[in-house]
């Protein structure tokens, strides 16, 4: 038997094992977004004697990097088939795909900031049903009339008023817990300086962030255009340029033609798809972005916020991205970037994104909290006798380890874990963009 059937099966028949008698918790990973959201929940299990977590990868069109995500956490995996085969305690999972096939009670999570993206694949819908985020849909919560997830946790009280017209039947299994980014972005934010120091960012520059999600209308299929116009307009003195992808953006084209791609941005820092972004977001001066999550993250902090396109069809009316495209400015090709970046600075006003940020938690500061009595109760244990513990976001690397054509070049992606010794086991905690 290869290393994952072993585990696995010692796992369903207890043999051998150091420590016993144990709830199994299965954690489902598609994707490298999908497991930056995941971890905010396994880590709340992760010293529990009484629990025992064990991971596979689901088979997914982005799939691309999970391995190499979970190798670098110390994180060994069982076969998605072995998976199949074996009853667990509970699962828990951020996307879709294969969930029906489990033989255990399941958890779903939220993977973003709120429920932006509408249903893609409307082939299955039913005539005269329209269109809703997946996380909300019919389509992604219920397998030949039954609804797959034991429960299902939403960031807003506004997503349950959704579900209720969207899929009434799962209705009963919702809860709403928050969102981990938001509490992690909020606590932070009076750190802002350490996150600057550890950037390399000097106190006379203004650091630009421009985060893209992945597909049509994203900030990534401006980037031929955007990145060498902002180089060339910006004092390369006074600022400093970073780019967020999405990590789908990776898994579909391949890093070394994303590298490829970037090749002639030199001086803009590339962040690798696995690294933290929140520090980045509580770094930032200015942040150009699209309907993604990130772009709505950053309304948490004092950052002027630039959209490089209205949303289109895809994005829900209801989403914070819709909020955030009614309030924000949007880049014109007929003035210079530079222009446009000072004046968006200039009309950054106290409360301009208020109702954006507002949208992204009905519960801010709660999510561990909310998301460990959610997963305790279905586990059937007590919780334990303290709060969950949360950590910061990671001080990042330098940027300059990062910035395309520098010293470092392409070791800036394996870097900040093959030489920030134990920081970069704990550090790359993320989620969706």
């Avoid at 929940?41 to 799939?63: E, I, K, N, S, W």
């Avoid at 391995?67 to 996307?95: H, K, M, Q, S």
């Avoid at 955007?226 to 600022?239: E, F, K, N, S, T």
């Avoid at 003035?335 to 009309?347: C, G, K």
Wanted: one cysteine or more; proline letters at 7%.
């Amino acid at each position: 038997m290869s290393l994952g059937t072993t585990k696995t099966a010692l796992i369903e028949q207890g043999h051998w094992l150091t420590v016993r008698d144990c709830k199994t918790v299965l954690v489902v990973v598609h994707t490298v977004t999908f497991a930056q959201r995941l971890r905010e929940v396994f880590g709340l299990l992760q010293a529990d004697l009484r629990v025992q977590v064990v991971f596979t990868v689901a088979p997914h069109a982005f799939g691309s990097g999970v391995n190499r995500y979970l190798g670098d956490l110390g994180i060994t995996t069982v076969p998605w088939d072995e998976a199949l085969r074996t009853e667990f305690d509970l699962a828990l999972a951020a996307g879709s795909r294969g969930l029906h096939e489990l033989r255990t009670p399941l958890v779903r999570i939220s993977h973003g900031a709120g429920q932006i993206k509408l249903l893609t694949d409307t082939r299955s819908l039913a005539p005269g049903h329209r269109r809703t985020p997946g996380m909300l849909s019919r389509v992604h919560l219920v397998h030949d009339g039954r609804v797959v997830p034991t429960a299902i946790v939403y960031s807003h009280q506004r997503d349950l008023e959704e579900l209720a017209r969207s899929c009434p039947e799962a209705l009963p299994r919702a809860h709403v817990v928050g969102d981990p980014c938001v509490d992690r972005i909020r606590a932070e934010l009076p750190r802002r300086g350490f996150y600057r120091d550890a950037l390399g960012i000097e106190p006379d520059q203004r650091l630009v962030v421009v985060t893209s999600t992945w597909g049509l209308g994203s900030t990534f299929t401006r980037l031929d255009s955007l990145l060498p116009q902002l180089l060339a307009q910006v004092p390369g003195d006074r600022y400093r340029v970073a780019l967020l992808l999405h990590p789908n953006v990776y898994a579909c084209h391949g890093r070394w033609q994303v590298r490829g791609w970037l090749g002639n941005c030199r001086g803009v820092a590339v962040v690798p798809p696995e690294a933290d972004w929140q520090a980045l977001l509580i770094a930032a001066d200015l942040i150009i972005g699209d309907h993604g999550s990130l772009t709505a993250y950053g309304t948490l902090t004092d950052a002027a916020m630039l959209l490089t396109s209205a949303p289109g069809r895809e994005v829900s009316g209801h989403s914070p991205a819709a909020l955030l495209a009614a309030a924000a400015p949007v880049v014109s090709p007929l003035h210079p970037l530079s222009e446009q970046l000072e004046y968006a600075a200039r009309r950054r006003r106290p409360g301009q994104y208020d109702e954006v940020a507002a949208s992204l938690s009905s519960a801010p500061g709660e999510f561990h909290q909310r998301m460990r009595t959610v997963v305790y109760r279905l586990l059937g244990l007590g919780e334990p006798a303290c709060p969950p513990v949360v950590e910061p976001p990671p001080l990042p690397s330098s940027l300059a380890e990062w910035e395309v054509g520098g010293d470092r070049g392409e070791r800036g992606e394996r870097g900040e874990r093959g030489e920030r010794g134990e920081r970069g086991e704990r550090g790359e905690r993320g989620a969706v963009r």
